[in-house]
């Protein structure tokens, strides 16, 4: 009878032993939350793309379309803490430059447009941000055109050296807008290896004879592109806004998006959407749809 019973015993243990650790699997696998939580930044290129006099447009003026998509991302973000629970709130959103511009005033101006929400939030909070963000944006392009000091687009040093530190933060859906013409120059960031750059320029893309329907060719062959400027951005998504190639080269926008993609893919960006300057109206529902995160 004990002999039995050990033997049962026995083929009990090994049937256990030798099940798929099914539970252990669950486990490993940490519940992801962040997407109830948002952390939006919207990085501004205050070059002279923005200058009317220089970049008319006479059905919206480029730095009027950045107002309306900067509106549209404000939308999208209030949307979202309307549609949470107070106590479950902790979302933000700021803006930056790169570099900053010489106007002791922007500073001031991007305070007031870092705003965030917590379980303290209140119908009011919500009321000044909206009221921010649809007067103060305008008055930071304003005062870059009545400046006239452009200066120019560092996107590639705030991908360096700011954007671990700025716009992702742990526990969060972490998205940068960034509103571009697509060209990335700076004098103080221009630089090369072998054939890759910190830049990209429409004086760039014609020395590099990328003129043809064959640029992908070359660009791989070539390994053209941007110099990597982070190692690992899997927990941000990037949405670009508002590329805008010069007249003369029919491939320009498709080879300043390949030089963006390559770039993203580099440095480990996997949820990315980069978009030509079009009217506010065309891409405001493009820009909701990011933020919701929905398909």
Avoid at 51 to 65: G, I, L, S
Avoid at 206 to 227: A, C
Wanted: hydrophobic share 35%.
């Amino acid at each position: 009878m004990k002999k039995i019973f050990y033997l049962v015993i026995a083929s009990f243990l090994f049937i256990q032993c030798g099940k798929p650790k099914e539970k252990l699997l669950v486990q490993s696998a940490p519940v992801n939350n962040s997407s109830k939580n948002l952390n939006i930044s919207v990085l501004i290129d205050l070059s002279d793309r923005i200058d009317p006099e220089k970049n008319p447009n006479p059905t919206m003026e480029y730095f009027q379309r950045d107002v309306e998509y900067i509106k549209a991302i404000d939308k999208g973000f209030l949307d979202h803490i309307k549609g949470k629970k107070v106590i479950q709130l902790d979302d933000q959103m700021q803006v930056f430059f790169n570099p900053e511009p010489s106007d002791p005033k922007m500073n001031d101006l991007t305070k007031k447009l870092k705003v965030s929400f917590d379980k303290n939030t209140t119908k009011d909070n919500i009321n000044l941000v909206e009221n921010q963000y649809s007067t103060l944006p305008l008055q930071i392009y304003q005062s870059a055109i009545k400046d006239k000091q452009y200066v120019g687009s560092d996107i590639w040093e705030f991908f360096k050296n700011k954007v671990n530190d700025y716009c992702i933060k742990d526990n969060h859906r972490n998205i940068l807008f960034i509103l571009t013409d697509g060209y990335i120059y700076h004098k103080d960031s221009k630089f090369s290896e072998g054939k890759k750059t910190s830049y990209v320029t429409p004086e760039l893309i014609k020395s590099l004879k990328l003129t043809s329907s064959d640029f992908k060719t070359k660009i791989q062959d070539g390994n053209l592109g941007f110099i990597k400027a982070n190692d690992d951005l899997e927990n941000l998504e990037v949405i670009v806004l508002g590329i805008n190639p010069v007249k003369g080269n029919p491939f320009e926008a498709d080879i300043i998006k390949e030089y963006w993609e390559n770039w993203f893919k580099e440095m480990k960006i996997k949820n990315y959407q980069i978009k030509s300057a079009d009217l506010p109206s065309n891409l405001e529902p493009i820009i909701l749809k990011a933020i919701t995160g929905k398909n």
